[in-house]
């Protein structure tokens, strides 16, 4: 049982590449997030995902997009990637994403926009 | 904008001593409250978690809870070296889905 899994591990972009960072989870969870850690700074929720087939914004979604590709995956896809996107990216996970519901994390992606 | 605040720290303990971990909120409809430790480069991983006035105990941890005053707290006892870590506040806000509002965490070293 590997929980949630998050590809890559690193990634180094250049100004306005694109790049997808995927997202599994083996837990037959409903509910997916999406969220980012930048130093000094708490988690922010960019999108998440209630259930298969909907998706829904967070607190900062602009420059992402996401597709909830089935009941076990959750991608986040930078279009042109600006360096304000530097970051940790971590997936989560939870049961059904009702009230007071724990979230499980993935190790993370670390982003690195030149 | 719903806000949960934290000290930074560090926060720095002798070990054996009680670590004492704030956390203040401003939507005073919430419900949920949760303890993350988070370790240097990994994820956070859940400690506790709270919803009633309180406290509430799991071995070391003891966290707490007085809605009132808008505030949350995890004691640690016994503090060890492999305490050392960030703790992350997050509170499920009124309304909407389950979506968490982190603090910025407070980074707690426990010295020998």
């Known amino acids: 049982n590997a929980g949630v899994t998050q590809t890559p591990k690193f990634q180094v972009l250049k100004t306005g590449q694109s790049m997808t960072l995927q997202c599994a989870q083996d837990?037959?969870?409903?509910?997916m997030y999406w969220y980012r850690q930048d130093p000094g700074m708490g988690l922010r929720l960019i999108y998440y995902s209630a259930s298969e087939g909907t998706t829904d914004k967070g607190e900062v979604p602009n420059g992402y997009n996401v597709s909830r590709l089935n009941k076990r995956e959750f991608s986040l896809r930078l279009e042109s990637a600006a360096p304000s996107q530097t970051s940790v990216y971590f997936c989560?996970?939870?049961?059904?994403?009702?009230?007071?519901?724990?979230?499980?994390f993935g190790p993370g992606t670390r982003l690195l926009v030149l | 904008q719903k806000e949960v605040e934290q000290n930074s720290g560090p926060l720095s303990v002798p070990e054996g001593a009680i670590a004492s971990l704030n956390c203040t909120y401003s939507?005073?409809?919430?419900?949920?409250f949760f303890w993350y430790r988070q370790y240097s480069g990994k994820s956070p991983e859940l400690i506790m978690f709270i919803y009633s006035n309180g406290d509430k105990e799991d071995g070391r941890f003891t966290a707490q809870l007085n809605k009132a005053s808008q505030y949350v707290s995890l004691l640690i006892r016994d503090s060890q070296p492999s305490d050392s870590a960030t703790y992350l506040c997050a509170v499920k806000t009124s309304g909407g889905y389950n979506k968490l509002i982190f603090g910025a965490g407070t980074r707690l070293a426990v010295h020998p």
């Open positions: 837990m037959n969870h409903n509910s």
């Open positions: 989560a996970s939870s049961e059904r994403g009702g009230w007071g519901e724990t979230q499980y």
């Open positions: 939507d005073r409809g919430s419900q949920s």
